[in-house]
């Protein structure tokens, strides 16, 4: 197990989200509250820091290779002292030429150096780990459940909804084929923050942040339960892939899309999601409507991190009968059921969302929908032992000319015995 932190990669960033990535290590590390300057026409600062000691003054250049000279340090010095700010900070990606390291030194306010290494110290105080080159970050992915986990966490899932009498569930289930998929995704967390204005003032500002998932294999915005799924997932629930990918029993489908193409996916489906259709009234009174989509300034890709999610197929036999259930697990008791054959009630052929019953004669599991006929119920009871059966193993006898009485075929047998009259509740198939 080891500890997750945001990966991000500095050659896939431009000047702007650099300055942003800077912005958020200095929110991070609590330097004080930090403003984004307008981009044109900068006088050498593109942040402005509000600290406890006084206002500081950041420029950021992202210039990996590059070494950045005495200029641009005399022009951040020239700002800080226009900006009346106690400090300036000259934040690169590359490194420092000797000159204009003296000429810092020598500078009242201080302005302070950051190169890259030391960047990167910042970055991964503030939990964000920074990439350059040809480096990449581990995949990480989730523990894989054993057989026997997987048997634990189907017939704990099977037990939230299913009666059964007097079988434990998870005594009468056995898992028979186990296919664990390992699936490419790549987990994108983000923030935003756009401003709609027109001329009546601002109609609305979408500012939030969020995580999605983008699927490593053809890019689609992996949506809905699962998404919500695995966003949840507690950072010390995940393992390294390497350490998992070497049992033998799991498969895993290799990324196809790269980490650039995938950030592009998911820069179109955050500004697809965050669109919204504002109706306002304008000067004149009259009625406007004005689609607000943020623009991808408006939006920080805080990290982008690969993850393969693990899918599980379990073919087992349920007291007898073959099942099958579709699911993804994080490791935690939890899992999240995409597909489940005891979901469907053979008889009606409805889906069954809630409850159901499995019949301790032939395992069929059947819906519990009621009728006050007997016979139309799919799911029943032997009056006499309890257990649960479908309709085609429940016999009765008769209490009263209009009462019938369940009874098991053990039961049933019983009473036969001592002479009662006991019939199928349904003819023979
Ligand atoms: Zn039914
Ligand atoms: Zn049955
Ligand atoms: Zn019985």
């Keep these: 197990m080891s500890p997750v ?17 800077c912005k958020v290590i200095f929110e991070r590390l609590d330097y004080g509250e930090v403003e984004l300057q307008p981009p ?4 050498g600062k593109d ?20 070494s950045i000279g005495r200029p641009i340090v005399q022009k951040l010095h020239s700002a800080t002292i226009s900006e009346g700010a106690v400090k300036g900070i000259v934040v690169t990606t590359g490194k420092f030429s000797r000159q204009a390291m003296e000429h810092a030194s020598e500078l009242s306010p201080t302005i302070e150096l950051v190169d890259m290494a030391m960047l990167r110290d910042l970055a991964s105080r503030a939990g964000i780990h920074l990439m350059c080159g040809k480096e990449t970050a581990p995949i990480h992915t989730y523990h894989v459940l054993t057989e026997n986990e997987v048997s634990d966490v189907t017939a704990n899932h099977l037990s939230h909804d299913m009666i059964s009498h007097p079988a434990v569930i998870g005594d009468v289930l056995s898992i028979k084929g186990l296919d664990v998929s390992l699936r490419p995704v790549y987990r994108i967390t983000y923030k935003i923050d756009a401003v709609f204005a027109t001329t009546v003032g601002v109609l ?3 500012c939030s942040s969020g995580q999605l998932f983008i699927d490593g294999c053809d890019g689609v915005d992996i949506q809905g339960g699962v998404a919500d799924y695995f966003a949840s997932t507690p950072y010390d629930k995940m393992v390294r892939w390497e350490d998992v990918a070497a049992r033998s029993h799991t ?27 504002i109706v306002y009234h304008g000067r004149n009174n009259q009625r406007y409507t004005k689609v607000c989509a943020p623009t991808r300034n408006d939006i920080f890709i805080d990290s982008i991190s690969q993850e393969y999610i693990p899918e599980y197929q379990a073919d087992y036999l349920l007291a007898g009968r073959s099942q099958k259930m579709m699911f993804a697990a994080n490791g935690t008791p ?31 599991v059947t819906c519990t929908k009621s009728s ?18 479908c309709p085609h193993c429940a016999s ?14 053990r039961c049933g047998d019983d009473l036969a015995r001592r002479g009662k009259r006991v019939r199928k509740l349904l003819p023979a198939r």
């Design 5 to 21: 932190t945001r990966n991000i990669h500095l050659e896939e960033m431009d000047g702007f989200e650099f300055e942003n990535l």
């Design 40 to 43: 044109v026409g900068d006088g």
């Design 47 to 66: 942040l402005l820091i509000f600290s406890p000691q006084g206002k500081i003054v950041v420029e950021c250049k992202h210039q990996p290779n590059t």
């Design 204 to 206: 609305h500002r979408e």
């Design 251 to 277: 498969r895993s489908r290799a990324f196809q899309i790269q980490r650039t193409s995938a950030k592009e996916k998911a820069l179109g489906a955050i500004i697809q999601n965050h669109t919204q259709t």
């Design 334 to 364: 939890s899992i999240h059921v995409v597909d489940d054959s005891t979901a469907t009630c053979p008889i009606c052929r409805s889906h069954i969302s809630g409850s159901r019953s499995l019949c301790n004669e032939c395992g069929l």
């Design 372 to 389: 006050i006929f007997k016979r139309r119920r799919h799911a029943l009871q032997c009056e006499i032992c309890g257990m649960t059966l």
């Design 396 to 409: 009765y006898v008769r209490r009263s000319l209009l009462l019938k009485k369940i009874v098991c075929s």
